[in-house]
Nanobody, 114 residues
């Protein structure tokens, strides 16, 4: 059974930081491209960042220079370090695994508010 379990969300003030984690099980993690997506109320789910199996990264223009995606294959975990958070970063953040199969986590809420 494949599981992607996100953690690290919460409430933070503008300009603050959070680090999201996504622990994967049931897949050969090192062979999968991993990604973070987000969905704000009333909006479509959008790409935030991806890291391929060979550690190539890609970012949405809106988060470049502020967010960093990384992976630890020994821990089957992908991270999203989010700095200089803005009000518009408020959303549910979802972890995604893409490889021989395609999977989503349950999401973690990130709220940026003063």
């Amino acid at each position: 059974q494949v599981q992607l379990v996100e953690s690290g969300g919460g409430l933070v003030q503008p300009g603050g930081s959070l680090r999201l984690s996504c622990a994967a099980s049931g897949i050969l993690f090192s062979y999968y491209d991993m990604g973070w997506y987000r969905q704000a109320p009333g909006k479509q789910r959008e790409l935030v960042a991806t890291v391929t199996a060979v550690a190539t990264t890609n970012y949405a223009d809106s988060v470049k220079g502020r967010f960093t995606i990384s992976r630890d294959n020994a821990k089957n975990t992908v991270y999203l370090q989010m700095n200089s958070l803005k009000l518009e970063d408020t959303a549910v953040y979802y972890c995604n695994a893409r490889g021989a199969s395609y999977h989503w986590g349950q999401g973690t809420q990130v709220t940026v508010s003063s």
